[in-house]
């Protein structure tokens, strides 16, 4: 992503303009609006500069701006082109992982410098569900609660239905998140969400549903039969305050 890139043709910082590259993935509709730095923020992961990257966050934590705000509008647009150019086959496997490996390093790293809102007696899980590896979006969303004052329990990547069962029914959170990417893994949530109902009847907790899925087809949420949706962690956020 660079200053010539057609999609940052109407100013940088501003909505790419989806018009000029048609081909592009339904989901960049849910795009977050880009930040000045977040064309330099995925050239850094491109080199493989880690001290970059993290100045670029730490500069903008600097300069006051909230932390989910910095996630979705620096960090995901960035990983949002490292996609698209390892889909276009600009930039090896490789290169990919290791820009996500870095965006795991910094946020890390981010979110320890930023003090939570003192715990508001609320509890939240989140999960990929079986077959997601995609777990960077959910993990922005369970530190969007986590400083919201939430504790925040992160299941990460890839857990299989039974598992995740058992660990609600055991735990009880007040609210389930859960994120799907690909298709194939949107069926897995609803079954999720059927047997959780079934074994918990009244006792069974809201599910609030999101990721690259959810992002590309309207309403599909309320197909697999979640009780809420939000396309990205500053929405997910505003929710939790
Ligand atoms: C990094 C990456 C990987 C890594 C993931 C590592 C990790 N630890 O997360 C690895 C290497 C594992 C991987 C594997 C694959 N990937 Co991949 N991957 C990506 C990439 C480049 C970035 C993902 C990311 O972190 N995005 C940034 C986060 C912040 O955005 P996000 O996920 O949308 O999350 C936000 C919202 O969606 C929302 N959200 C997400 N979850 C939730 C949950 C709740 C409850 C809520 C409220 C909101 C919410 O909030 C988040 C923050 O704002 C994307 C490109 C892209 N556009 O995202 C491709 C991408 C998702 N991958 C893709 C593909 C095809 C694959 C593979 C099939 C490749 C292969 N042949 O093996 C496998 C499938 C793995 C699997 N079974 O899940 C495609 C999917 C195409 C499609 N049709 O949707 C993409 C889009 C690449 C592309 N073509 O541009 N991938």
């Known amino acids: 992503m660079n ?31 880009p930040d000045l730095e977040s064309p330099a923020f995925a050239e850094a992961l491109l080199a493989g500069n880690q001290c970059v990257a993290r100045n670029i966050v730490n500069g903008k934590l600097d300069a006051g701006i909230d932390l989910i705000e910095v996630d979705v509008a620096v960090m995901q ?7 698209q150019r390892w889909q276009n086959n600009r930039i090896s496997v490789a290169q990919e992982h290791l820009a996500t490996a870095i965006c795991q390093t910094v946020l890390a790293g981010a979110l320890l410098r930023v003090e939570p809102a003192p715990f508001c007696g609320q509890r939240a899980l989140f999960a990929c569900v079986e077959g997601n590896f995609h777990a960077l ?9 986590e400083l919201a004052g939430w504790e925040s329990a992160y299941l990460g990547a890839d857990v299989p239905n039974p598992a995740l ?9 007040d609210v389930v998140g859960l994120s799907v990417s690909l298709p194939q893994q949107v ?10 109902r079934i074994e918990l ?16 087809v309207d309403d599909l ?17 505003r929710e939790a305050l």
Request: proline share 9%; with cysteine; charged share 25%.
């Open 3 to 33: 200053a010539h890139d057609p999609r940052f043709a109407q100013g940088v910082g501003g909505r790419p303009d989806l018009s000029i590259e048609a081909d592009l993935p339904a989901f960049y509709r849910r795009m977050p609006t």
């Open 221 to 237: 949420w309320r197909r697999v039969e979640a009780d809420v949706w939000y396309p990205d962690a500053r929405s997910a956020q």
């Open 137 to 145: 979006g959910l993990r922005m969303v369970a530190d969007a609660f």
């Open 77 to 83: 647009p960035a990983l949002y082109e490292v996609g």
């Open 201 to 216: 009847g009244a006792q069974c907790p809201p599910f609030m549903v999101g990721g690259l899925a959810m992002n590309s």
């Open 187 to 196: 069926l897995k949530i609803r079954e999720l969400i059927r047997m959780c």
């Open 165 to 173: 069962l058992e660990q609600i029914a055991s735990t009880r959170p």
